[in-house]
């Protein structure tokens, strides 16, 4: 597995080269976001799992840094790695801004909060999911009340993993949600296999059975280093849904609100109204953190979206089924060398090696920060 590695902070007030933002892996990610924070004054917090560890035995930490006074009323909050192995693009964003002349020029008043890989699991395994197998961004809804439920999933789940990652098991399980699609509909295709299902712990978009360490210690952080902040800005950097290399806004507030038309003077209506994912509906979707980011800060204002950046297009379906065949199926056949194979193809799927595609996030990733921090300090 990795070794330390040697991180060289670029210099500031420059777009740093894309290798630089990147990282290896998870580790390699946390010392280049620790050394590139604390090279412009920011304070660093650690959250350590209790019991969980990386693949070769190393502690799973959420890092946390935050840059300006800890009393200012107006929060920039930027998320990295909600689904685990996507927090290679966010932390790159997150990377890539601390390198710029403006955070070491914050706006009066304002601080800049950095969550670095939220679920630190789900990264370090190189798996969307968290060590419970489940999705994150589904996880913050109110666990002592029914479930909300998802009778399309019901009648699909069956079929979406094939039992072989063979080109005759795809083409079963693609027939499968083929057939499902002609009855029901692409919109309505999406939505069994987006919004969310609290039955299946082996399956898709599984929202769990209770608030995992993520969600709680996503509350710990915020009311440690948000406790003043009466409006916050949030990024929750995402990749998958969108064009390739571009970013694709999912602005979770309330149609008609303030705070929608706060995310839309920042990023431009046209980039943050109306969105359809996959050319798609949006699906219902439950439990997400930007509902938890709302929830653990009571009485405050929170304008902001899910930053995604696109990959594969809805190709992306086959790799979300990748990620859950083979966490519970490859064990079959024992065959690591395919399993190595098969995991690096998921890596791409979300996080693409091509270094273009690597540039245009973080120079994307850096304009979109900057314009929520300028677009905070006048609302
Ligand atoms: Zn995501």
Redesign the pocket.
């Known amino acids: 597995m990795s070794t330390a590695s040697t991180v060289e902070a670029p210099l500031p007030g420059t777009i740093p080269e894309y290798w630089q933002a990147f990282s290896r892996d998870y580790a390699d990610a946390r010392l280049r976001f620790i050394a590139q924070a604390q090279s412009v004054g920011a304070s660093v917090h650690s959250y350590t799992h209790p019991d969980k560890t990386t693949p070769d035995g190393q502690p799973l930490r959420i890092d946390v840094a935050r840059l300006g006074p800890a009393d200012a009323t107006r929060t920039l909050l930027l998320i990295s790695g909600?689904?685990g192995l996507?927090g290679a693009a966010g932390s790159a964003a997150q990377i890539g801004w601390l390198a710029t002349g403006s955070a070491r020029a914050l706006p009066a008043d304002t601080n800049v909060v950095l969550i670095h890989a939220i679920n630190p699991y789900g990264w370090s395994h190189q798996t969307r999911t968290t060590e419970n197998n489940v999705d994150l961004?589904r996880n913050f809804v109110d666990h002592s009340k029914p479930y909300p439920p998802n009778d399309a999933y019901d009648l699909l789940h069956p079929h979406v993993v094939p039992a072989q990652w063979t080109q005759a098991g795809l083409a079963a399980a693609t027939a499968a949600v083929d057939a499902f699609r002609k009855e029901h509909g692409a919109d309505a295709t999406f939505n069994a296999t987006a919004s969310g299902q609290y039955k299946y712990p082996q399956g898709l978009v599984y929202g769990g059975e209770q608030r995992e360490w993520s969600n709680l210690t996503l509350e710990t952080i915020l009311r440690e280093h948000l406790a003043q902040s009466q409006k916050v800005a949030l990024i929750d950097w995402?990749?998958?849904i969108g064009e390739y290399g571009e970013p694709f806004f999912l602005c979770f507030n309330e149609e008609g609100s303030e705070e929608q038309q706060q995310a839309a003077s920042w990023w431009g209506r046209e980039r943050v109204l109306d969105q359809r994912p996959h050319g798609l509906a949006r699906p219902n979707y439950q439990g997400l953190v930007f509902r938890g980011v709302e929830q653990f800060l009571p009485g405050r204002q929170v304008a902001g979206a899910v930053v995604e950046f696109g990959t594969r297009g809805r190709q992306v379906g086959e790799a979300l089924r990748l990620d859950q065949w083979l966490r519970f199926k490859s064990s079959q056949a024992a065959d690591a060398t395919r399993d190595d194979i098969l995991r690096h193809d998921l890596i791409d799927a979300f996080v693409p090696y091509a270094s273009g595609w690597r540039q245009s996030v973080l120079s994307h990733g850096i304009h979109i920060t900057e314009q929520a921090l300028q677009g905070l300090a006048s609302w």
Do not use: D, F, I, L
């Open positions: 909600t689904h996507e961004n995402h990749t998958g």
